[in-house]
């Protein structure tokens, strides 16, 4: 009896309203948020694997397995930066070597 008098209340169907709203709403940002840290991940893996492609075409598969398995897109633009600059080969790979 109390319960339903309780549910029914206007003030408590306000209150779950916006709570719900607000919820929805905290999902759509963070659902966002990650959507594009993927997106920066993504982009990042294949501008690692096109520079590669270009510098050092024999380390192309070799590139495309390494970024395969990095998520953090801090590393990425590390990798990228440096190799955009190598010009030895041996170093390019090294730096494409996996580290297990």
């Known amino acids: 009896m109390y319960n339903s008098l309780w549910e029914d209340h ?3 169907k306000q209150i779950r309203a916006e709570s719900e709203a607000k919820g929805k709403a905290e999902g759509k940002v963070e659902g966002k948020a ?12 294949s501008a690692v694997v096109t520079v590669v492609k270009v510098r050092f075409p024999d ?3 070799i ?35 996996p580290v297990d």
């Open 59 to 61: 380390l192309t598969e």
């Open 34 to 45: 990650e959507g594009l840290a993927e997106g920066e991940v993504q982009a990042l893996r």
């Open 63 to 97: 590139a495309q397995k390494k970024v395969a398995k990095i998520n953090n897109p801090d590393v990425l633009k590390y990798i990228l930066e440096q190799i955009s600059l190598e010009t030895n080969v041996a170093v390019a790979l090294a730096l494409l070597r």
């Open 10 to 12: 206007p003030k408590v």
